[in-house]
């Protein structure tokens, strides 16, 4: 079984950065699109980033011009940047890869980021 495993979270400050990484362990196929989902408590999980393969991405406005979210391909990995965090931010973080054709997501398994001072 695929499995993504994620990396990078914990608890920083207002203002602060993380960097956070998603890689697949096992073999998989070629992914189309790749991004990050977030849910706070009580709220809806939310969209933050997604990068197609062509390099092409969408951000949430929430997020715009602080998170950018890049991919290796040829080690099918995506990371999240994020700079300037705001308490706001703070929520578990999900990675997603979409494989090419009609298979469903592959999904990490979560990593909390904290955002407080």
């Known amino acids: 079984q695929v499995q993504l495993v994620e990396s990078g979270g914990g608890l920083v400050q207002p203002g602060g ?11 998989i196929d ?9 849910q ?10 997604r990068i197609t393969s062509y390099g092409t991405t969408t951000y949430a406005d929430s997020v715009k011009g602080r998170f950018t979210i890049s991919r290796d391909n040829a080690k099918n ?3 999240l940047q994020m700079n300037s ?10 990675c997603y890869f979409n494989p090419l054709g ?3 997501n592959y999904w990490g398994q979560g990593t909390q980021v904290t955002v407080s001072s």
């Not at 070629?30 to 990050?36: A, D, N, Y």
């Open 17 to 27: 950065s993380l960097r956070l990484s998603c890689a697949a362990s096992g073999s």
């Open 30 to 38: 070629r992914i189309s699109t790749m991004g990050w989902y977030r």
């Open 40 to 49: 706070a408590p009580g709220k809806q999980r939310e969209l933050v980033a």
């Open 77 to 79: 990995t995506v990371a």
């Open 85 to 94: 965090l705001k308490p706001e931010d703070t929520a578990v973080y999900y």
């Open 102 to 104: 009609p298979n469903p």
